[in-house]
C-alpha cells in the first residue's frame, strides 16, 4: 500500500507570505499520478494541482506543484486570504487505487 | 456546467444498508470513471471506490470491500453506491467525484456530499 504522508500537519503564515506543503510517498509514485485539492469549511474538495505540477483550470498561477523523487511539494507563492484552507495530496495507481494524505491545515497566523 | 448531485444520505443502525445515488448533468457522463470519496466527521479524504465508464470494472478500498457495491447508469447519467452491513466508522459525508480518465488521472469535479450517519 502507499502511503502519502503530509507535513506539516498545520502550517501558520500571515497573507503575503509563501507556503510550502509536503507530501512524501512511501514509494515511488509516478509524477502524472499525484494531484493536490484545497478544501475549505463546508465545501467540496477542488483540484488544484494534476500530473504534479499542473495547474488545474481556472487555478490562479501563485499555486505551483513540483516533485523530488518520492517528495512532492505544492507551493503557494504569496498568500491570500482565501487560500487559508486544509490541502490533500493524492495519488493514483497503487494498492488502494487511490490514496489521500491526511491533509495539511493552512491557517493565519 | 458539470453538476453532480448526491442524495440518499440518512441516519441507519449498525448492521444496516443504504443506496447513495449521485446524478450528472453537463457532461457525457458515459466517457467518465466515476469515484465515491467520503469524509468523517473533522477527519481526512477517504477514497471509496470507483467505477469504469463503461461499467464495466470497478475498484474498491480494502475497508468496503464486501460490503459497498458501486454501480452506474449511463442511460440515466447515474451513480449508485450500495451499502451494506453499516459499521458506525461508515458515518461519513460521501462526495461523488469526475475522473478526467486521462494519463493524468484526477478528480476535477466533485459533488456538494450527502451525510451518512450509522448509530443505534
Known amino acids: 500500500e502507499i502511503v502519502l504522508t503530509q507535513s506539516p500537519a498545520t502550517l501558520s503564515l500571515s497573507p503575503g507570505e509563501r507556503a510550502t506543503l509536503s507530501c512524501r510517498a512511501s514509494?515511488?509514485?509516478?509524477?502524472?499520478?499525484l494531484a493536490w485539492y484545497q478544501q475549505k469549511p463546508g465545501q467540496s474538495p477542488r483540484l488544484l494541482i494534476y500530473?504534479?505540477?499542473n495547474r488545474a483550470t481556472d487555478i490562479p498561477d501563485r499555486f505551483s506543484g513540483s516533485v523530488s523523487g518520492t517528495d512532492f511539494t505544492l507551493t503557494i507563492s504569496r498568500l491570500e486570504p482565501e487560500d487559508f484552507a486544509v490541502y490533500y495530496c493524492?495519488?493514483?495507481?497503487?494498492?488502494?487505487?487511490?490514496?489521500f494524505g491526511q491533509g495539511i491545515k493552512l491557517e493565519i497566523k | 456546467e458539470v453538476q453532480l448531485v448526491e442524495s440518499g444520505g440518512a441516519l441507519v443502525k449498525p448492521g444496516g444498508s443504504l443506496r447513495l445515488s449521485c446524478e450528472a448533468s453537463g457532461f457525457t457522463f458515459s466517457r467518465h470513471t466515476i469515484h465515491w470519496v467520503r469524509q468523517a466527521p473533522g477527519k481526512g479524504l477517504e477514497w471509496v471506490a470507483c467505477i469504469s465508464s463503461s461499467g464495466t470494472r470497478s475498484y474498491y478500498a480494502d475497508s468496503v470491500k464486501g460490503r459497498f457495491t458501486i454501480s452506474r447508469d449511463n442511460a440515466k447519467n447515474s451513480l449508485f453506491l450500495q451499502m451494506n452491513s453499516l459499521r458506525v466508522e461508515d458515518g461519513a459525508v460521501y462526495y461523488c467525484?469526475?475522473?478526467?480518465?486521462?494519463?493524468?488521472?484526477?478528480?476535477?469535479?466533485w459533488g456538494q456530499g450527502t451525510l451518512v450517519t450509522v448509530s443505534s
Open positions: 514509494q515511488s509514485v509516478t509524477s502524472s499520478y
Open positions: 467525484a469526475r475522473d478526467t480518465s486521462s494519463w493524468a488521472p484526477r478528480l476535477d469535479w
Open positions: 500530473g504534479a505540477s
Open positions: 493524492q495519488q493514483y495507481g497503487g494498492s488502494p487505487l487511490y490514496t
